[in-house]
């Protein structure tokens, strides 16, 4: 067995010797193994890759330092309730109908007379009243020649059906169904054309142009059935 030189330990030293080996010693066991004569060339190459592989392992059977620890993950900042949002405004519902309270007994009769008297259909009279129901001065939704009284908007909205019926049997329009009696719903549709313009000046939310069908659904559960 080769003895060790300058400090080097020899080939198969316990593990411990190994790590002894500082830095400086190695370099100076290197200067002698290389310092040989010729003749000693290959032991001194045999020496020196011996020791390179044993100073490798025992390199490699050093325990590695302990990693630090990834830091965790920034904390993401507290969300924020965002305040809801108001609900939009509600919109009224073209396909609901809400009728006017029952009329008293003394609207009732009333409506009666003034129908008889200018010969239009009272059902209709009375449905147009439900279908405008105005305040006090407008119930039937009089407004373009002054009717201060319940009597003057019923008279005058008499009037304009009966006016109106003229006019459309004038233009070859069929006013009353033969079958049951009762207004078309071709003359409805015109009379509230005339009654109630989409687009009026008067209008502005454009309600107008619900009238018709509001009209001939009010008449259909106010006329008595054939």
Do not use: C, W
């Not at 290959?42 to 392992?57: N, P």
């Not at 305040?83 to 939009?88: D, E, R, V």
């Not at 015109?190 to 009026?200: E, I, N």
């Amino acid at each position: 067995m080769i003895q060790g030189v300058n400090g080097f330990v020899p080939f198969g030293a316990p593990e411990s010797a190994v790590r002894r080996i500082d830095g400086r010693g190695f370099s100076a066991m290197l200067d002698a193994v290389t310092a040989k004569t010729p003749a000693e060339d290959g032991l001194a190459e045999i020496l020196q890759g011996s020791l390179r592989l044993k100073l490798l392992e025992a390199l490699s059977r050093v325990p590695r330092s302990a990693e630090a620890p990834a830091p965790p993950p920034a904390a993401a900042p507290p969300a924020v309730d965002a305040a809801p949002a108001p609900p939009p405004p509600a919109q009224p519902d073209p396909e609901a109908i809400v009728l006017a309270p029952p009329a008293p007994k003394g609207e009732e009769a009333l409506i009666q007379e003034i129908a008889q008297r200018t010969g239009v259909d009272p059902a209709f009279l009375n449905a147009l009243r439900r279908a405008e129901n105005g305040r006090p001065g407008r119930e039937f939704g009089v407004l373009s020649i002054p009717a201060p009284t319940y009597e003057n908007q019923a008279q005058v909205a008499a009037e304009t059906i009966r006016r109106n019926a003229e006019r459309f049997e004038r233009n070859g329009g069929q006013v009353v169904d033969p079958g049951s009696g009762r207004y078309t719903e071709e003359f409805i549709r015109f009379f509230s054309s005339r009654y109630a313009p989409v687009g009026a000046e008067n209008d502005p939310t454009g309600l107008n142009r619900y009238h018709a069908r509001n009209l001939i659904r009010l008449y259909g559960q106010l006329a008595p059935k054939a």
